[in-house]
């Protein structure tokens, strides 16, 4: 609160200097008529195409003129006010020292042999009065406006305003003071009763919405004691400053305006709506109608998610994304139509504005665009879907959602990978759930075997593995390919089908489990890479030697004691160096 006082004060001072150089004329001591004897016009059609302006003193409307050929309205007021100012600051003329001088055309105002003012027929018009009424009038008016000047600037009344204004100032920094007190014991009242219903309510149970309640309603009541002190204090800061204002003649002129000053925004504002009221119904009804046709696309393009309504060639998964396409076209063509109506659309400033934030948004937007471009492209190319999994480049995983903008793959590690949808556009896609239903997924694995050993023995251990891991199909039974005649190993391909995509990791472990099961079961050793000479004794596991420890068999229970040491078998045969 006296950082607000502090404030107000300031911005008095500086108001006061700034008005008396502003608001109060420089005194002339003679000041020759400009133009003033100028032949009047003989047509008041003439006259009043160049406006009408008032002669004032201290903010004090004296009489109106008109303007002349060559000499607007308001030229012509101010150089009369300004001669009425250099008189009414010179003391050594005497107010009673004014006089008339009437002419054909003209009346004219005199202060002793001191040019004052002229008034003309067409002044007189002004008013609805003849010539030398309104110079009769218009006198009168200056001299009583000479005698206001006169005193307002003695110093006795000077000293006397300001005597009233250091009051005036003193009992507003009291009024601050209690109104600041006043408000915190209100605000703290307030406080201490809503507190001690929120604690009697939380010794209750079940009662948590009815303590957000109050805690809502505690905020709004700060809230509106908030708004309560703000408003009194500008209402007496109002009235502080046009009681102050009004004390001094330089600034009595912007004591009569404050009010205007404050109120002036609000009636703009209140005339542009009036104005705008006709463009505002337009925007309302077509919101209306643009809301009430969303909702009926809605509801039909959910019929075709939901599958309720059917569609050749038209897959459900299009169902929202067209809708969404349809919605922003909607909306953008309402917008195009409502521009016009919206207020102040038509300005520079709005214009300004409107092209300065479509460059924002179209410098700073490319990616964004970019990747919405891609999602749609994404969804209308059917190139996979929640649920299935796919890898793209490095990367491969379950996809868990799939906006606009990105899309959410979960790896078999359990990892969550957020990939742009620009880069899956530009990526190759391998979809593994598309066919897997319907076809199967066939798993492939190769090894490498010598070519003493007869292929077709190969490719029945093979398929022997093949038919020993659950979880792969029979119906199609799975095939051996011979891929390459290498230089040192025949490499085969073990291909089997499954119909399940997200089991692959636990599948493939399974195969190459049994593989090297049956080859060690046959004696027939893995040469896969190469090898550069045969060992004296095959590089096999002997049956025997299947479960040696840590591991068991799987009917075995586990060992009750501390788990069994590690026994590594010698070696029956020296080291081959492989490749």
Known sequence: MGQFLSTALAVLVTSLGTLTTAVAPPARAADPAPRESAPAPASSDVESAHGVAAVTLDGKVLYRVRGLPGLPAPERARGASQRIAGIAADRSVPTDSLRLAASDDRTTIYAGDRLVAAVIDGDAAVEGVVRPVLAEMAMR???????????????????????????????????????????RKLTSLAERRFTSQIEALDTQSQQLVQIVQAQQLKRALQGILKGLAMATILVLGYLYLHFLLGLYPWTRPLSARLLAILLEPLQVLGNGLLDSLPGLVFIAVLAILTRYLLGVLRLYFAGIDRETVRFARFDREWALPTYRILRLLIIAFAVVVAYPYIPGSSSDAFKGVSIFLGVVFSLGSSSVIANLMAGYTMIYRRAFKVGDRIAIDNVTGEVTERRLMVTHLRTIKNEEIVVPNSTIINSNIINYSTLAATRGLILHTTVGIGYETPWRQVEAMLRLAAERTPGLLTDPPPFVLQKSLGDFAVTYELNAYCNDPHAMGRLYSAMHRNILDVFNENGVQIMTPAYEGDPETPKVVAKDQWFQAPARPPDEPAPAGPAPRLVTPAASAPPVAAS
Do not use: E, K
């Open 141 to 183: 008016n200056i001299q009583s406006a000479i005698v206001s000047y006169r005193n307002d600037r003695s110093p006795r009344v000077l000293l006397v305003n300001t005597a009233y204004g250091v009051g005036a100032t003193v009992l507003f920094a009291i009024a601050l003071l209690v109104i600041r007190r006043a408000f």
